[in-house]
């Protein structure tokens, strides 16, 4: 039996459709059960539901600056879809450590960058501006820190001369889109998920 999983994002989802794509592989272990956005106007949304996924926006801006409540929102539709793992594309809000500590080991990120460098935001632009001659992309397990948590696996990608912030973020993207689907594969045939139940 596949393992279910969700998708959390906020904003087109290319991420999430390469793991809805690489899904539809009867080898692959796992399923995308369920896409959620913290934006009800997330084009990611549409996108999951033309590829017949369930697809539920919980706007954050409804709770106002209570971040635990509108997680606890989202963490009763991921018990409600029966979800184990739970894969972070895009998604821009950072997670309480309630959230953190409640799905941990089940809840996996993918970063622009060579973690440990570059963590946070405009990574391509800061790779750039530094004269690095290497980038790629990461993915990971996430913890309370920040994309800090264990590295899963990365691809890299060469700093070409006379590369432009949109011509490095494509090449970046492109790997992200093959390292996703391939890290989340692997981590579920490595780990065995407790019961494969969610947490209670």
Known sequence: MKTRVAVLISGRGSNMAALIEAARDPEFPGEIALVISNRADAAGLD??????????????????????????AVDALLLQHRVELVCLAGYMRLLSPW????????????HPSLLPAYKGLDTHARVLAAG?????????????????????????????????????????LAQEHRLYPAALAQYIRDKALPDGQPPR
């Open 47 to 72: 996108l999951a539901r033309r590829a017949g996924v369930e697809a539920i926006g919980v706007p954050s801006r409804d709770f106002g600056q209570n971040r635990e409540a509108h997680e606890r």
């Open 132 to 172: 690095e001659r290497e980038h790629g992309c990461t993915v990971h397990l996430v913890t309370t820190a920040m994309d800090e948590g264990p590295i899963l696996a990365q691809a890299r990608v060469t700093v070409l001369p006379g590369d432009n912030e949109a011509a490095l973020a494509a090449r970046v």
């Open 99 to 110: 959230f953190v500590d409640r799905w941990g080991g089940r809840l996996l990120n993918i």
